[in-house]
């Protein structure tokens, strides 16, 4: 499985401001996806983020407010926009592999607090 | 659209005790089949996973889970809990063509001594 770290491990931010999480795999992997995790509830994927092109949006998720970058195989970034407390949860960054048949390894999680 | 149903939000059990923990989904085939687990303050670890095959599959720390087709469940199993099993487990679900996960909302589970 994939050793997979993310930076910062939590954050707390003032409202209008944003903040760029990174996500860092230990080998190439063909898949890296952003899931977000508001308090007390379930996963919801945000995007995927491609290699070299614009990342996929899930319903409900724009570009201006989470842009993602995907500048080689085993880095990504999510940057959360002009923040405002509805945005705290905690985002976590998940990677796959062709071979993995769907399984997905999670990161340890970015917990964000919006005051 | 697929979708996931975990119907206990909380269960409590002892430890030494057995446990299950429920999981339907709906999907128009069988998708690919997992269950994570979220101890407090950590990422999610992928307990098992089924794919096809053997319907009966052993994950790490002594989980078991069992796939029925007819009832559209993978329910989740363990014969005797041990203390730092407490934590959120999440069933997931995937189309076998797509690498899309969809979480049920999730079972926290507490375990007294």
């Known amino acids: 499985s994939a050793v997979i770290s993310q930076k910062p491990s939590r954050d707390i931010c003032q409202r209008g401001t944003s903040l760029t999480i990174q996500c860092q795999v230990d080998s190439q992997v063909t898949m890296m996806f952003w899931y977000r995790q508001q308090p007390g509830q379930s996963l919801t994927l945000i995007a995927t983020?491609?290699?070299?092109?614009?990342?996929?949006?899930e319903s409900g998720f724009v570009i201006d407010k989470f842009p993602i970058s995907r500048p080689n195989l085993t880095f990504s970034t999510l940057t959360v926009s002009n923040m405002s407390p509805e945005d705290s949860s905690i985002y976590l960054c998940s990677v796959a592999t062709l071979t993995g048949r769907n399984e997905q390894f999670f990161g340890p999680g970015t917990r964000l607090t919006v005051l | 659209a697929q979708s996931v149903t975990q119907p206990d939000i909380h269960i409590t059990v002892s430890e030494g005790a057995s446990l299950e923990l429920r999981c339907n989904y709906s999907y128009g085939a069988t998708p690919y089949l997992f269950w994570y687990v979220q101890s407090p303050g950590q990422g999610l670890q992928l307990l098992l996973k089924?794919?096809?095959?053997?319907?009966l599959v052993q994950g790490i720390k002594g989980f078991e889970a069992e796939f029925k087709r007819s009832q559209s469940s993978f329910n989740l199993r363990k014969p005797s809990v041990h203390w730092s099993d407490a934590a959120e487990y999440f069933c997931?679900?995937?189309?076998?063509?797509?690498?899309?996960?969809?979480f049920g909302a999730g079972t926290t589970v507490t375990v007294r001594a």
């Open positions: 997931a679900v995937a189309p076998s063509n797509d690498y899309k996960l969809s």
């Open positions: 983020a491609n290699q070299g092109s614009e990342a996929t949006y």
């Open positions: 089924y794919f096809s095959g053997d319907t």
